[in-house]
């Protein structure tokens, strides 16, 4: 088992930029999936970073704005948020899980990200 809190949300213009952490309570270094989610009001949660089994990945929407990083020491990963964009205003969450596991999954509670125009 492992909790995990998001922080760092909040209202942003614009162009500016947030960070996104999320705190573990235990190690996460043993979850071969890491990953940022969003929803959006009305919409499917949905996938814009990840580190999978080592490999960064992003939505084609976040590509060259966002950054997701670990920080094994603090149990902690990241999600730097640049260039935001309205569209990006969401509530974001963050998972860790092993891949093709049914059991091994957890969220956060997540955080309000809103992005003024």
């Known amino acids: 088992q492992v909790q995990l809190m998001e922080s760092g949300g909040g209202l942003v213009q614009a162009g500016g930029s947030l960070r996104l952490s999320c705190a573990a309570s235990r190690s996460i270094f043993s979850f071969n999936f890491m990953g940022w989610y969003r929803q959006a009001l009305g919409k499917q949660r949905e996938l814009v970073a990840s580190i999978a089994s080592g490999v960064r990945n992003y939505a084609d929407s976040v590509k060259g704005r966002f950054t997701i990083s670990r920080d094994n020491a603090k149990n902690t990963m990241y999600l730097q948020m640049n260039s935001l964009k309205p569209e990006d205003t969401a509530v974001y969450y963050c998972?860790?899980?092993?891949?093709?596991?049914?059991?091994?999954?957890?969220w956060g509670q997540g955080t309000q990200v809103t992005v003024s125009s």
């Open positions: 998972n860790v899980a092993v891949l093709s596991s049914g059991s091994l999954n957890y």
